[in-house]
């Protein structure tokens, strides 16, 4: 007889309950709170990593086609880096922070001491699965969570490795990965959690939002949202052009959240602006981008169908400058460029999350910061090209949005001491670096006082005298403190 097969154990409500229950036993006996745990996770995670690297780059290769640099830098490196960062720091970190006390209680001293939430849930994406996965986990081991991962079905080698890799590598009592897809993401929303942070878009967002608020459950939401690029002129268009290629095509092939969207600029400048991208695309990727080996692919059939018709909508099938070839095999759409795309097209009124990329133009480069404010939600992030003062000055008191970058895109995500997220539909909430441990901490005031200084005045019977002082000692006033003593109204 051949062998029966394995059936995968069944992950509901009942299981997730029971996954919890256990999680919050074991937080509650201490064993995440203490710097030594805390280190020894982070130090597993960046062995865990090291050990794994050849295997980690495969998965990212059968999910996404991704290229070896990218991998290695933006998933690997990065996660490495807040590692590193969270085991030089943690010490300083979780040190109670001394606050100012008023004559209200003098004598007395007073701080603000780090605790952890409880146990948190973390609900990742598919376009960078080991970073966008494992970076807020390395936030919730150093604040001192216990934490469950649950990894996005649409990366399934990537979510496979984790569950492997984390299991083997970190405390299974306290750190577990969950994998499956919507069924087991309810199941795991209906429990009761002390934070939840969710990346992904905006739709998903208010499902774990509503979930969420029916524990008082505070979120993270990591979304999107149209990130625009303003191109002013007289700029360096070689140094320009490669750094928007890298921001759009070079982060996954325009699948992630803090790649260009749109590109505005005024509209003498947009031919000059056009031949640059152009040259340089064929520089970077070839006459025949579809064939380069550091373009990832498109994630999945239903996205490569839904980025084929915002290219196919009427009002914009005639707009490609260039590129615009696709393969739908190899689920490969080339590096596209649309000129004078109409406003209302359907490409201007979603995230593309991919390989296209509209201009649109505006007669002066200060009516840009108009186009941005006017299309009623705030990017995650927005990126100026300019070399005037007054300009850059305007674009970050003008323009609200997750993050602003200057000549640069993107960049501001290896930036650790800058938060990152989101604000209105991108998102709420940020992590990276201290804001991470920040994320998943609770901040707890306390007040410490002795015996000495009991002063009756707060105490019954109420006068008038007693009333003129507490409102001085409340004011903080020294001269109204006396004027009181004395009886002077």
Not at 335 to 345: A, Q
């Amino acid at each position: 007889m051949g062998s029966k097969e394995m059936k995968k154990p069944v992950f509901d409500e009942e299981a997730a309950s029971l996954l919890v229950k256990e999680l919050r036993a074991n937080f509650a006996a201490g064993k995440t709170r203490s710097y030594d745990w805390r280190v020894a996770q982070l130090k597993r995670m960046i062995k865990m990593m090291e050990d794994h690297e050849p295997e980690i780059l495969s998965a990212l290769r059968d999910d996404l086609s991704k290229p070896e640099l990218e991998s290695s830098i933006y998933e690997i490196a990065l996660l490495k880096n807040s590692c590193v960062l969270a085991l030089k720091e943690l010490k300083q970190w979780m040190m109670p922070e001394k606050a100012k006390t008023s004559l209200t209680t003098f004598p007395s001293s007073a701080e603000t001491v780090s605790e952890p939430l409880g146990v948190v849930l973390i609900i990742s994406a598919w376009n960078f699965p080991f970073l966008l996965s494992l970076d807020p986990v390395v936030g919730a081991i150093a604040a001192g969570n216990a934490i469950v991962l649950k990894p996005s079905e649409l990366a399934p080698a990537a979510s496979s490795l984790l569950v492997r890799l984390v299991g083997q590598y970190l405390d299974s009592s306290c750190i577990r990965v969950v994998e499956g897809s919507v069924p087991e993401t309810s199941a795991l929303l209906d429990q009761k959690w002390d934070k939840i942070l969710y990346t992904g878009n905006g739709r998903i967002g208010r499902i774990v939002m509503a979930a969420a608020a029916k524990h008082l459950t505070p979120v993270v939401l990591e979304l999107g949202g149209k990130c625009p690029v303003i191109v002013d002129s007289g700029v360096n268009l070689q140094v320009t052009a490669r750094r928007i290629i890298m921001g759009k095509w070079g982060c996954n092939n325009g699948q992630a959240c803090v790649s260009p969207d749109y590109i505005i600029t005024t509209k003498d400048y947009t031919p000059k602006l056009v031949d640059a991208l152009k040259h340089e695309l064929e520089q970077f990727y070839g006459k025949n981008p579809l064939e380069s080996k550091d373009l990832s692919r498109i994630v999945n059939s239903n996205h490569f169908v839904r980025l084929t018709k915002l290219l196919d909508d009427d009002k914009v099938s005639g707009k490609i400058v260039h590129g615009g070839e696709r393969d739908k095999t190899n689920l490969k759409i080339a590096p596209t460029i649309l000129f004078d795309v109409p406003r209302d097209s359907l490409i201007m009124n979603e995230e593309i999350f991919g390989p296209l990329l509209p201009i649109i133009t505006v007669d002066k480069v200060e009516d840009s910061f108009n186009v941005i404010n006017s299309s009623g939600t705030k990017p995650l992030a927005a990126y100026l090209f300019s070399n005037k003062k007054k300009l850059k000055e305007q674009f970050v008191v003008s323009v609200s949005a997750g993050g602003l970058v200057v000549n640069d895109t993107a960049v501001h995500l290896a930036v650790h001491s800058l938060p990152f997220g989101g604000v209105g539909e991108s998102g709420m909430g940020a992590y990276h670096g201290k804001f991470s441990f920040d994320t998943f901490s609770h901040k707890k005031a306390v007040l410490y006082r002795s015996f000495a200084a009991d002063a009756p005045l707060r105490y019954p019977p109420y006068t008038s005298k007693k009333i003129r002082l507490m409102k001085a000692l409340l004011g903080g006033s020294i001269v109204g403190i006396i004027r009181a003593l004395l009886g002077w109204s």
